[in-house]
T-cell receptor
Framework: ETGVTQSPTHLIKTRGQQVTLRCSSQSGHNTVSWYQQALGQGPQFIFQYYREEENGRGNFPPRFSGLQFPNYSSELNVNALELDDSALYLC????????????FGDGTRLSIL | QQQVKQSPQSLIVQKGGISIINCAYE??????FPWYQQFPGKGPALLIA?????SEKKEGRFTISFNKSAKQFSLHIMDSQPGDSATYFCAASMIGWGKLQFGAGTQVVVTP
């Protein structure tokens, strides 16, 4: 059984740039959630995708957007990067039936200079 | 508004001792309470989870105790080992709801 994989593992950008992060779901899972984890804090929910549709969103501005593809892989896009966007971005997948449990990848560490 | 409050922030325990981490929640609609373990440079890994219809769940050395009336739950790590040194997060959600609400985390250090 293949777990959740994310790419890239690390990324450095400058303010104002745009970034795309990628996630492959665990085999058999068709629901993907994205979280932002600032240093020393718990993960914060960004949004969830189920069967290619956004299925819930946290308190993040519209410059955070996502996509889910027919093979259930997913992208997180962030426009107009700000210094506060520096964080670990985590993807989690879950089975269709009840959205739990969620299994996390190892994340993408994004640094904004 | 922080919906899940976790304490302590950090914990040092000797090998063989018991680590206890506590969490309290606000939303009575929550019905799923997982604990995650996170090592540096890794994503959170699901450790154990409980639904509110039971007061305790045990898996190996890890036990969740749940008090529905007090809106509190805790993780006990028995016979703590140096390999248990990690950050532990409690979380809460509702079955069918995608959002996990996490606590702020507890850094556990197990000394040899």
């Amino acid at each position: 059984e293949t777990g959740v994989t994310q790419s890239p593992t690390h990324l450095i950008k400058t303010r104002g740039q745009q970034v795309t992060l990628r996630c492959s779901s665990q085999s058999g899972h068709n629901t993907v959630s994205w979280y932002q984890q600032a240093l020393g804090q718990g993960p914060q929910f960004i949004f969830q995708y189920y069967r290619e549709e956004e299925n819930g969103r946290g308190n993040f501005p519209p410059r955070f957007s996502g996509l889910q593809f027919p093979n259930y892989s997913s992208e997180l896009n962030v426009n107009a990067l700000e210094l506060d966007d520096s964080a670990l971005y985590l993807c989690a997948s879950s089975p269709d039936s009840n959205n739990q449990p969620q299994h996390f990848g190892d994340g993408t560490r994004l640094s904004i200079l | 508004q922080q919906q899940v409050k976790q304490s302590p922030q950090s914990l040092i325990v000797q090998k063989g001792g018991i680590s206890i981490i506590n969490c309290a929640y606000e939303n009575t609609a929550f019905d799923y309470f997982p604990w995650y373990q996170q090592f540096p440079g890794k994503g959170p890994a699901l450790l154990i989870a409980i639904r509110p219809d039971v007061s305790e769940k045990k898996e190996g050395r890890f036990t969740i105790s749940f008090n529905k009336s007090a809106k509190q739950f805790s993780l006990h790590i028995m016979d703590s080992q140096p390999g248990d040194s990690a950050t532990y997060f409690c979380a809460a959600s509702m079955i069918g709801w995608g959002k996990l609400q996490f606590g702020a985390g507890t850094q556990v250090v197990v000394t040899p």
